[in-house]
């Protein structure tokens, strides 16, 4: 079937309407890969757009910090949506914070890796932790621990993610909501970092951590 200029309108119109917005790459795979662009599109609506167990403004918290992380600029219409939802400038300072916090887990691991034959007292995931709560103010650890998650999702920080998840755990976070927070990263953190993710997770639940 040959697309019509019509046909791309009324498609590209749809997905601007549900969205608020439209993208480059909406316009090259309407014209290249229709198909393509409504199988994207009904993806992307079920993972960022349809409510599933986060509220909209839990949702937009984890997106803050996957944006951070990805060095993805160009989607500002999330902060939009977190304030829309009721988020406050101090929550963005926590997530700014914890995300920091996120990508420098480098300088544990290092410690952890090299120095504690030199430091026996020295805990660097306890001191990841603890720096991680403190950084949290009053916002909950249940929100701290999911952005913190998605975070190690989209920079394949394994080891990282696999504490997180313990410590979500141990914090009460429900599964659901946490499955939910780190699918967030599968466009802007990629689709194989998600799929290690699950993996990750897999293995805790299978070792009885």
Not at 67 to 95: M, Q, R, S, Y
Request: charged content about 20%; hydrophobic content about 50%; overall charge negative.
């Amino acid at each position: 079937m040959v697309t019509t200029p019509l046909d791309l309108t009324e498609l590209l119109s749809g997905i601007r309407a549900k969205r608020g917005y439209l993208l480059p790459h909406h316009g090259l795979m309407a014209i290249t890969a229709p198909a393509l662009l409504e199988a994207y599109d009904a993806a992307y609506t079920a993972m960022a757009l349809d409510d599933r167990v986060l509220s909209h403004h839990d949702r937009e918290f984890v997106w803050l910090a996957i944006l951070i992380a990805t060095d993805e600029a160009i989607a500002t219409h999330h902060i939009a949506k977190f304030k829309a939802a009721g988020g406050t400038d101090e929550e963005i300072e926590v997530i700014l914070t914890v995300t920091a916090l996120a990508l420098g887990f480098e300088s544990y691991r290092f410690v952890n890796k090299n120095w504690l034959s030199h430091l026996p007292a020295c805990d660097p995931p306890a001191i990841y932790q603890r720096a991680l709560r403190s950084a949290a103010r009053d916002v909950s650890m249940r929100l701290v621990h999911m952005a913190a998650a998605a975070v190690f999702v989209c920079k394949a920080g394994w080891d990282a993610l696999a504490l997180q998840i313990v410590a979500a755990y141990a914090d009460g976070v429900p599964e659901l909501d946490l499955a939910e927070a780190v699918s967030l990263t599968m466009f802007p953190g990629s689709v194989p970092h998600f799929v290690e993710a699950a993996r990750v997770w897999r293995e805790l639940i299978v070792d009885g951590k």
